[in-house]
């Protein structure tokens, strides 16, 4: 393809009970990477992505393991299909997959890191219950507003956790904290909140034991820097180093996924072309609302 494209990687969320397997029984590669998956893991994650149960799957810590593996498989296919990217991001956990296709991380190295990290927030998520909601229809600084006034008001923790698009935020915090900003934003006159399907309050300061344990962990991995370009989650802006990303991943934990500005950094870059690699199409949509005169695919286009 000798256009520029950005590859766009999903994050936790995107599971559904199926995932991966057409694709697993119809390409060897596909199979042979949920097979090292699972010989890594010393468990079978392919099972629970490819048979459920949707409970099973939804849990922290089966959840992002699948994402990643399924996200990786298609990834490998699709470059022997000679799809080569210009840049590459992904959506929180999705950063992990974009690293293995920037060549930052290894495929086991990136498993063995989301491995870790689910636990951890897995954990975090236990001792702390939260939800994060989604809110359409207010501009950022009122949803802002709102967290800061519920968390001064009630001493409730509820923070901005995804800046996914124009008029589309997600809210975490304290179960308390999330149901009060959701009241207010219906008051102030967001078109709709949704929960969402999350076991945790991520990228809120919920999972800050998460981010401290994972802290100590992070160092045990090696980093190359990116052979592609790599915009990042924390800043929405390139990331150059192996040194800085290994940092920024820590970050992430606690830290809003700034994903629009991500969308308007790869924009600048003379990218209008978007390829989503996973088996949902909610990246896609998340482009078509915040740039113009773009396309945005799954990667299932140039698999079949």
């Known amino acids: 393809m ?31 990477t949920f097979d090292e998956a699972d010989e890594i893991l010393g468990r079978s994650i392919s099972d629970i992505c490819f048979e459920g ?92 507003e709102i967290c800061r006034t519920v968390s001064i008001g009630s001493g409730q923790i509820a923070q901005v956790a995804n800046y996914n698009c124009p008029g589309q935020l997600i809210v975490s915090g304290s179960v308390s904290g999330v149901q009060d900003v959701v009241k ?31 802290s100590k962990r992070v160092g045990d991995f090696h980093f190359s820097d990116p052979q592609v370009g790599l915009v990042v989650n924390v800043t929405g802006d390139w990331a150059k180093t192996g040194k800085q990303i290994q940092q920024l991943l820590v970050e992430q934990i606690t830290k809003p ?14 990218i209008n072309s978007f390829v989503e690699v996973g088996d949902s199409n909610v990246l896609a949509g998340l482009v078509t609302r915040t740039l113009n005169n773009t396309t945005c695919t799954n990667i299932s286009t140039f698999l079949n």
């Open 53 to 144: 149960p949707l409970q099973e799957l939804t849990k922290t810590e089966n959840a992002q393991l699948a994402i990643f593996t399924n996200s990786v498989a298609k990834f490998r296919v699709a470059q022997t299909r000679g799809i080569i990217p210009t840049a590459v991001a992904g959506h929180s956990l999705g950063e992990y997959s974009a690293l293995v296709a920037a060549g930052v991380i290894s495929f086991s190295d990136g498993l063995r890191l989301v491995e870790q990290r689910s636990s951890l927030m897995s954990i975090a998520e236990k001792e702390e219950p939260g939800m994060m909601a989604a809110i359409l229809g207010l501009d950022n600084t009122e949803v802002e």
């Open 2 to 32: 000798s256009e520029k494209i950005a590859l766009i990687f999903p994050g936790q969320g995107s599971q559904k009970v199926g995932m991966g397997l057409p694709l697993c029984e119809s390409i060897p590669l596909a199979k042979d």
């Open 184 to 214: 207010k934003a219906k008051l102030s006159g967001a078109k709709r909140t949704l929960p969402l399907k999350v076991s945790g309050a991520f990228h809120s300061n919920l999972m800050e034991p998460a981010r401290v344990e994972f």
């Open 257 to 270: 996924v700034l994903w629009e500005s991500c969308m308007q950094t790869l924009y600048s870059h003379g």
